[in-house]
């Protein structure tokens, strides 16, 4: 039953994503070259939303879908990991025209080059597990 619900949500999210034109190259391409407000505003609003959920699940005590306590855990304060990680993460967005969560949005659309972008993000994604004991966390 719960794989349902998880299914039934990942197809609202990829709906919205695509209604919303975010899974949309075009639109990615007019925010990287700041000529609309299109896409920051969408993440704008995911940012104050999110905000919102997590100030809501502390101070009410709100409980998973499997009735556990939903714990938040800091983060290390750094700089430099996260500016390095921000850039080579935009930079991905940027020449493949998508993020993670638009690529299978773009698939159920019926955008078959995508699947290109998506063996690579998977392949980067098997080096950066082979090289993470190497990499400074």
Aim: include cysteine; charged fraction near 15%; charge should be positive.
């Amino acid at each position: 039953m719960r794989t349902l619900i998880y299914l039934l949500i990942g197809i609202l999210f990829g709906i919205t994503m695509f209604k919303s034109e975010a899974a949309s190259w075009f639109r990615i391409y007019e925010m990287f070259k700041f000529e609309s407000f299109h896409m920051y505003g969408i993440i704008g609003s995911a940012l104050v939303i999110g905000i919102i959920v997590v100030q809501l699940i502390k101070r009410l005590n709100i409980k998973s879908f499997y009735g556990e306590k939903i714990h938040f855990h800091p983060k290390a304060k750094s700089f430099s990991r996260y500016m390095i990680g921000g850039v080579l993460f935009g930079l991905g967005w940027a020449l493949a025209g998508a993020c993670p969560g638009p690529m299978f949005t773009l698939i159920g659309a019926g955008y078959i080059p995508i699947l290109v972008v998506i063996a690579a993000s998977l392949l980067g994604t098997f080096v950066y597990g082979l090289l993470k004991d190497k990499l400074p966390h």
